[in-house]
């Protein structure tokens, strides 16, 4: 039985670090990464970084030092950036889906997404879920 407690508490673990990242120490992060992000972003100020299924996460800016959050691939390719927004910045459309389909939820955070080509989309953080919007605030997925 010990055994089995034990396997669980890792595979919970590792599917939460895997699932929402690792903090790493800087001195970890490629060159690469560290080159792309002071390129792109030179104002990022304080950065706090993570690792996510094999890329690498620069996180800064505002109270919770997550105002920005942008991705990089281990070679330094940009893959997204996800600037902090006010719950009523979602596009209206988005709004209407989680009042209808969360009712009584709480909004506890809200993103706007920038990919690599410039496509934009919106991220809520309802119930412990993440839900996705498109441009116009049509949903896209959970």
Do not use: C, R
Not at 4 to 25: C, M, N, P
Not at 105 to 124: L, N, Q, R, S
Request: aromatic share 10%; proline share 4%.
């Amino acid at each position: 039985m010990k055994k089995i407690a034990t396997s669980l508490l890792f595979f919970s673990t590792l599917f939460l670090v895997t699932a929402y990242g690792q903090d790493i120490k800087a001195d970890k992060v490629p060159a690469p990464v560290k080159s792309a992000l002071v390129k792109k972003y030179p104002e990022a100020k304080g950065v706090s970084w993570e690792k996510e299924d094999g890329n690498y996460e620069a996180n800064w800016g505002g109270k919770s030092g997550e105002d920005n959050s942008v991705q990089f691939t281990p070679s330094g390719d940009f893959i997204e950036i996800v600037h902090a927004i006010t719950v009523n910045q979602l596009p209206p459309a988005a709004l209407t889906y989680i009042k209808s389909n969360y009712k009584g939820a709480k909004i506890k955070e809200a993103g706007k997404v920038t990919d690599a080509k410039g496509k934009i989309t919106y991220e809520a953080e309802v119930n412990k879920k993440e839900l996705v919007f498109d441009e116009n605030g049509n949903f896209v997925k959970k």
